[in-house]
């Protein structure tokens, strides 16, 4: 009998680094980074030591969700120490690049650039690493699950076709990649006018909860168009920080507890 090959063995975990969860979205504006720092910081209060790697390279949001500001220090020239905020410890290529510097990088730039922030940022001790993704499925998508072991990705999406024909996409590439997918987000799902408390339905409603039935994956939550998460993550202080006791807060809390 010929001596049996190994199992290819899978991407490494990263020292340190006890959970690594992608947060991900088919399209761009969906809120994927409004829900990344809220349950960043939604789990920092339940206790649990936090990072956030913001990887959305196009559209790097975090240091302003989590009010943080200025360059990333590196003393010793070859690591790099990340800011923290809210309890969370963050690091994003917004920081390396000036506010209004668009990012036009080549897929190689791209991943040197994740690879970077996966193992020369000290993380020190951390139980999770969320990842805030770029929308789409592209090279960072690839590149993160290729180098570290992703436990699981978080889906956001809103109600609309469109947003949920690209959810579908992403989710499929995570399975081609054997990143578990631990559920999905509905996003701006209604809207009550803060007038007359009348409630509309602007980009459709259900829509994530049948799909995600018919994928066989949980919804995590289902949060709606709300001036006062926008305005809190404007702030840089994520509505689960700025007003924990909210209902609005709670949807946040729900996918914290369910992780
Ligand atoms: P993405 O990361 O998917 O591109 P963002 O989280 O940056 O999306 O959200 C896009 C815009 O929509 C931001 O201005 C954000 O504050 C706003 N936003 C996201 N989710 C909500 C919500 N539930 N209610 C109100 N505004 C929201």
């Given at each position: 009998l010929k001596p049996q090959k190994p199992e290819p063995k899978g991407p490494e975990r990263i020292p340190g680094i006890a959970h690594i969860i992608a947060v991900a979205s088919?399209?761009?504006?969906?809120?994927k980074s409004t829900v990344a720092s809220n349950l960043a910081c939604a789990l920092a209060q339940r206790g649990r030591r936090v990072g956030l790697l913001?990887?959305?390279?196009?559209?790097?949001?975090q240091p302003r969700m989590l009010g943080v500001s200025g360059r990333p220090a590196s003393p010793d020239g070859k690591t790099i120490l990340p800011l923290r905020n809210h309890g969370v410890t963050m690091m994003s290529l917004g920081l390396m690049t000036n506010d209004d510097q668009a990012v036009v990088w080549r897929g190689p730039m791209l991943m040197g650039a994740l690879q970077q922030m996966l193992s020369q940022?000290?993380?020190?001790?951390?139980d999770v690493l969320l990842v805030d993704l770029p929308p789409g499925t592209g090279d960072v998508q690839m590149t993160l699950a290729q180098k570290a072991h992703v436990d699981g990705a978080v889906i956001v999406s809103t109600p609309q076709d469109v947003a949920l024909l690209d959810a579908r996409k992403g989710i499929d590439m995570f399975k081609q990649l054997n990143v578990p997918i631990l559920g999905m987000i509905e996003n701006m799902s209604t809207h009550i006018c803060t007038n007359c408390g009348h409630e509309e339905h602007v980009f459709g409603h259900g829509g994530v909860a049948s799909e995600a039935a018919k994928l066989g994956v949980p919804l995590l939550a289902e949060i709606p168009l709300d001036l006062q998460i926008r305005l809190a993550s404007d702030g840089g202080a994520p509505i689960v920080v700025s007003?924990?006791?909210s209902a609005r807060a709670a949807a946040f809390g729900t996918v914290a507890d369910a992780l």
């Open positions: 088919g399209k761009g504006g969906v809120g913001d990887a959305d390279v196009y559209g790097p949001s940022v000290q993380w020190g001790a951390l007003d924990p006791d």
